[in-house]
Antibody
C-alpha cells in the first residue's frame, strides 16, 4: 500500500533554513506528480508546492514562492522541500501528498515545522 | 485566483440524517472539484474528484454534484464516523482549498 513518511520538521528560528524529506513506498514514485500541502494549527489546508513526475516542472504558492524549492530523487523514492528565510506564518504541519490528476490522493501523516525564536 | 467558499461553516446534525455541504467557486471551474474529509489528528482523505466520482474506498452514501461554480457534497444518511471537517479543492495551475465545513453531532 502507498506509504508516505515525512521527516525533517522541528523548531527553527525565523530567517533560518530547513529541509523536509518524504520517503515514498508502495508505488512507483517516478510516475506521479507530488505535492506538499500544509496546515497551520487549527486552520485549513494550503497547497505549498508541486513537482511533476520527472521533476521538470515545479510550481509554488505565492505565499512561499522564492523561499521554498521542491525537488525529488526518484532513484531514492524521496521528495524534498527546502525552506529558507522561514517566517512565523510558516508554522504548520507539512504533508507530503501523492497526486492523481491534480487531486491529492494519498497523504502522509505530516511533519511539524514550528518557527520561533 | 479562484476562491472557493464553503457553507455552512458548521453543520449540526444527528446520525441517520442527510447532510448537504456547499462549495461555491468565484469563477467557473468546470467539474474540476474534489472533496476531502479530515478527522481530528488525521491527514485528509480524498472522497470525491471531478465533482462526482467517488475515490476508491469512498462509501456510496457520499455523493458529489455540480459544475461550473456551484457544487454539493451529500451524505445520504450520516454514520457516527462521518462527523469531521470537509474541504473542497479545485485543481488548475494552482490548487485552491475552501475554508472547510465542520460537520458536528447535534
Amino acid at each position: 500500500q502507498v506509504q508516505l513518511v515525512e521527516y525533517g520538521g522541528g523548531v527553527v528560528q525565523p530567517g533560518r533554513s530547513l529541509r523536509l524529506s518524504c520517503a515514498a513506498s508502495g508505488f512507483t514514485l517516478r510516475t506521479y506528480d507530488m505535492y506538499w500541502v500544509r496546515q497551520a494549527p487549527g486552520k485549513g489546508l494550503e497547497w505549498v508546492a508541486k513537482i511533476s513526475s520527472d521533476g521538470s516542472n515545479k510550481s509554488y504558492a505565492d505565499s512561499v514562492k522564492d523561499r521554498v524549492t521542491i525537488s525529488r530523487d526518484n532513484s531514492k523514492n524521496t521528495v524534498f522541500l527546502q525552506m529558507s528565510n522561514v517566517r512565523a506564518e510558516d508554522t504548520a504541519l507539512y504533508y507530503c501528498v501523492k497526486g492523481r490528476s491534480g487531486y491529492f490522493s494519498d497523504w502522509g501523516q505530516g511533519t511539524l515545522v514550528s518557527v520561533s525564536s | 485566483e479562484i476562491v472557493l467558499t464553503q457553507s455552512p461553516a458548521t453543520l449540526s446534525l444527528s446520525p441517520g440524517e442527510r447532510a448537504t455541504l456547499s462549495c461555491r467557486a468565484s469563477q467557473s471551474v468546470s467539474n474540476y472539484l474534489g472533496w476531502y474529509q479530515q478527522k481530528p489528528g488525521q491527514a485528509p482523505r480524498l472522497l470525491i474528484y471531478d465533482a462526482s466520482t467517488r475515490a476508491t474506498g469512498t462509501p456510496a452514501r457520499f455523493s458529489g454534484s455540480g459544475s461550473g461554480t456551484d457544487f454539493i457534497l451529500t451524505i445520504s444518511s450520516l454514520e457516527p464516523e462521518d462527523f469531521a471537517v470537509y474541504y473542497c479543492q479545485h485543481r488548475s495551475n494552482w490548487y485552491t482549498f475552501g475554508q472547510g465545513t465542520k460537520l458536528e453531532i447535534k
